[in-house]
């Protein structure tokens, strides 16, 4: 069968290859690279690209792709269209499925990590109320920092010190474990980069064994390196993340030299590639190539150029003749290399081309105006024009390039400017509003292809100059802001694009300026400027404030997100989001009361809003107003069948209502919607537990902590199996591990007290018990077995105070009436302890069984009691 013929592009590209001249030395280098093995100490792990704006390091990466490639490389490209190392992974993995090599694992990971950081940005914390662990303080300001919500910069550098950072962090941590239940889920919000990276490692683990080399290349490095450098650095330099295959090598190219502070001590595995202009060597070499061999030709191009590789490129390529042929490249290069072309529609087409930050063929036909059979044609030539390069399944112009160009747009006809801007904007925007058609409201910021087309419909009406689209685009941050940092950045680098092609300074000034307040303080400090400055009105300005509370609330600086939410509802009292982000601030504050309350505003502005309604539910289960949770639960998977955390959140409710069947089947019904759901486990270990199913009980912890080994709570849960189980020493491991991984877990330190008290190590017993007191003062359950603890010491006044305070909480348990009872009888307070005893049997429940920590059931214990009284009467 004979070779399939080779499409357009593949040509366009090898026309472009075969067309490649100087920078010979380098190519060498690197080629020479691949002759030597990883474990030869001159062979270079790391090529670093530098230069400025239009030295062609771009030109030069892709030759260096394509000499990759034909050693056998499989390779991955990542420019600045890439917000976050997350993105730039994504950017990777596609690239090497397009050759053949899926990263399943990764893909899957990252869809995951772009659902729940939505979820996260818009949703709540639910369950326990959080409390700081020193243990993790450290690591706290890096999580936050990492994911954008506090900057290492800025107002919150100075008003935070170390200790609130960390408070915050564990709030946050807390707060998203309760609203995923899965660690790994929280990971991924919170350090998406510890999560990913080492899924990373192993599939390009997996691909290395399949190709002799994988290259990676970080192109506009001076954009993409504030997030990737660190990272980077890191992933090459330590074991932190797992293993990375020694047939790896990196090239990076930005404008700036590598950081020495980073990379200084590094230098035997990294090459330094400085880019200048082309030598006069080079500079003469593509000139002829080209067939521009004239003296005074070539000379008049090497004085004009400087040697700018794309610009000798585009002189090049018009072949000029004489030396009046050859124009001034730094003011019109393009229209000079236009010069030469015969065709006006060729001509008109690459002026018009310029217009778009970047071109399909779709884009094209809107610039060019021309007809359908006319346009792949022409498309086809400008892709193979050396000013047009390559981004993904895109094209655009070279910077050095595209920038006169435009001037001379813009100033030669500044009527026709607007004109042909007005036209991409309203296509722009005519193709954003049908993207919109398959989308909610709330999942808008959330599609990227939406987001790009607003971006492109944004770019063009402010170089228009319409008065209408600088407050839109202003308004359109605030809502990126709400979606994200990663987003924010992005739309302040289309204002400041968009200022500066169009001269326009107060859009550049907006844009340079927002750009320094994301960089300073993130997005509280740039939604803080948008207020101080932009004019807003008070619904818009409600908005920002309740964009800026959600910032702050992330943050952990809980009372200024308070005052902020505070002020977006007085200023807008229909706006429910401020609502919900204030009841999530209470949740926060541990004031459940005052949540319940905003999210009643909330649902009666937004009756269907399924996150609201479930989450009062949820609220309404921690403060144990079952009722009300059944109703609001069941109300929200009735508006989304799909969420699971409803179905789990219904579940424990019924449990506790003692109605385990049902419970049963929620948790069931959540465990088929997400099988990895750890939370679910646990609380559906708790109802095998009634149920007598201890072997089922023991299978889901072991299972929830096989998805999520740090889970602290599934550790304490487990530990409680075993100890019923009466495998003391096993359960004191999890116990270990619950504190390791939180060390103010009140309810780790109860059971490890009991555990040991089983064990005969009473002092320890009660040391663990103090300590679960002092961390909740108002724990029953501890005060009790403290007292249990008391009692076998010989302390009956002190074991009489904690059933004291235990029944000041819980007035109706048996098992504390009983413990009191003991102690009174120890006291020689008969006639109290009969009362006692009296109003246990009553409270007792029929199906009441043994306590875990003491053998025989509750009513024979009571029996045996009232044994003690009767003796004592019969004395």
């Known amino acids: 069968m004979g070779r399939a013929r080779p499409s357009m592009q593949e040509l366009i590209k090898d026309r472009r290859r075969r067309g490649f001249v100087g ?285 700018l590789p794309v610009l000798v490129s585009t002189l090049a390529e018009s072949r000029p003749g004489n030396p009046d042929d050859v124009g001034d490249p730094s003011a019109t290069a393009v229209e000079r290399f236009l010069k030469w072309e015969q065709d006006p529609v060729r001509r008109a087409a690459a002026l018009a081309c310029a217009l778009p930050r970047r071109l399909d063929a779709d884009v094209f036909r809107v610039a060019v105006d021309c007809p359908d059979e006319e346009a792949d044609t022409l498309f086809g030539w400008l892709r193979g024009l050396p000013f047009v390069g390559e981004r993904g399944d895109r094209v655009q112009y070279h910077d050095v390039v595209r920038a006169p160009m435009l001037r001379l747009q813009r100033l030669r006809s500044p009527r026709g400017w607007t004109e042909r801007h007005t ?207 059944i109703r609001d639960l069941t109300r929200g998977i009735e508006l989304a069948p799909a969420h699971h955390f409803a179905w789990a959140s219904r579940g424990a409710t019924r449990h506790r209502l003692g109605q385990p069947d049902d419970a049963l089947a929620d948790l069931d019904r959540a465990l088929e919607l997400k099988p990895d759901y750890a939370w679910a486990m646990g609380r559906r270990a708790r109802v095998w537990r009634t149920l007598g199913e201890p072997a089922r009980q023991l299978a889901d912890l072991d299972l929830g902590l096989r998805l999520q080994p740090d889970w602290g709570w599934g550790h304490c849960e487990r530990g409680d199996a075993l100890r019923t189980a009466g495998r003391h020493e096993e359960a004191l491991a999890d116990y270990d591990r619950a504190i390791e991984i939180d060390g103010a877990y009140a309810s780790a330190y109860a059971s490890r007290g009991v555990c040991r008290s089983g064990l005969g190590r009473f002092e320890e017993a009660l040391a663990d018990l103090d300590r679960a007191v002092a961390l909740l003062p108002e724990y029953p359950w501890a005060l009790r077995h403290r007292a249990e603890l008391h009692l076998r010491l010989g302390a009956h006044e002190r074991a009489l105070a904690d059933t004291d305070r235990a029944r000041s909480l819980e007035p109706d348990d048996a098992p504390t009436l009983l413990c009191r009872a003991r102690a009174l009888i120890g006291l020689e307070r008969f006639e109290e302890a009969r009362a006692d005893l009296d109003r246990a049997l009553e409270v007792l429940p029929p199906e009441s069984g043994g306590d875990p920590a003491d053998p025989g059931t509750m009513a024979d214990r009571i029996d045996a009691a009232r044994a003690v009284l009767r003796r004592r009467d019969a004395e």
């Not at 960390?166 to 609203?179: C, E, K, M, P, Q």
């Not at 997996?206 to 954009?223: K, M």
């Not at 509370?549 to 007085?570: H, I, K, Q, T, W």
């Not at 209470?586 to 996150?611: I, K, M, S, Y």
């Open 423 to 629: 036209r991409l904007a309203e296509t722009f925007g005519r193709w954003r509003a049908e993207a919109e058609g398959d989308l909610d409201t709330d999942g808008l910021w959330a599609d990227d292809r939406w987001r790009e087309l607003r971006s492109a419909e944004s770019y063009h009406a402010l170089c228009a100059g319409t008065r209408a689209a600088l407050p839109m685009v202003l308004r359109d941050f605030v809502d990126a802001c709400d979606s994200g940092e990663v987003s924010a950045r992005r739309w302040a680098r289309v204002l400041a694009e968009a200022g500066e092609d169009a001269d326009a300074e107060a859009v550049r000034k907006w844009g340079r300026d927002l750009s320094a307040a994301l960089a300073a303080g993130g997005v509280a400090t740039a939604v803080g400027l948008l207020l101080d400055r932009a004019g807003f009105d008070g619904r818009r300005q409600a908005r920002a404030r309740s964009v800026r509370a959600s910032a702050l609330l992330d943050s952990g600086a809980y009372g200024e997100a308070l005052a902020e939410y505070d002020r977006a509802v007085g200023l807008d009292p229909e706006l429910a989001q401020a609502y919900r982000g204030r009841a999530f601030t209470h949740h926060r504050l541990g004031d459940h009361e005052a949540a319940v309350t905003d999210l009643d505003r909330a649902a009666a502005l937004a009756p269907d809003h399924a996150l609201t309604i479930s989450v009062r539910g949820e609220y309404h289960r921690i403060l144990g107003h079952d009722d009300e949770a």
């Open 23 to 307: 920078r010979g030395a380098e190519r060498a280098a690197f080629r020479e690279n691949f002759e030597l093995a990883p474990e030869d100490e001159r062979h270079r792990f790391l090529f670093h690209v530098h230069g400025n704006a239009g030295v062609g390091k771009t030109f030069l990466v892709r030759e260096l792709e394509q000499l990759a490639r034909e050693r056998g490389a499989l390779t991955g490209y990542v420019d600045e269209s890439a917000g976050s190392v997350p993105e730039a992974m994504a950017a990777v993995s596609a690239q090497f499925a397009r050759q053949g090599h899926r990263f399943k694992e990764l893909d899957r990971l990252l869809a995951t990590h772009r659902e729940r950081r939505h979820e996260a940005e818009s949703a709540v914390v639910e369950t326990l109320e959080p409390q700081p662990s020193p243990a993790s303080m450290t690591a706290a300001r890096a999580s936050l920092v990492g994911l954008g919500l506090v900057p290492v910069v800025g107002p919150f550098a100075g008003t935070l010190d170390a200790v609130q950072l960390a408070h915050g962090a564990d709030r946050l941590r807390a707060g998203l474990s309760a609203r995923f239940r899965n660690q790994d889920d929280v990971q991924l919000v919170l350090s998406p980069e510890r999560v990913l990276t080492p899924v990373l490692l192993g599939e390009l683990t997996g691909a290395a064994d399949a190709a002799p080399w994988l290259v990676l290349f970080f192109d506009t490095y001076e954009r993409t390196g504030p997030f990737l450098d660190g990272w980077l650095h890191e992933v090459m330099t330590t074991d932190r993340h797992g293993a990375l295959p020694a047939n790896v090598v990196v090239v990076t190219a930005g404008q700036r030299p590598f950081d020495t502070g980073r990379w200084g001590g590094f230098a035997d595995f990294v090459t330094d590639v400085p880019l200048g202009p082309f030598t006069e060597a080079e500079a003469r070499g593509l000139l002829a190539d080209k067939g521009v061999v004239a003296e005074p030709v070539v000379e008049e191009v090497l004085r004009l150029t400087g040697g």
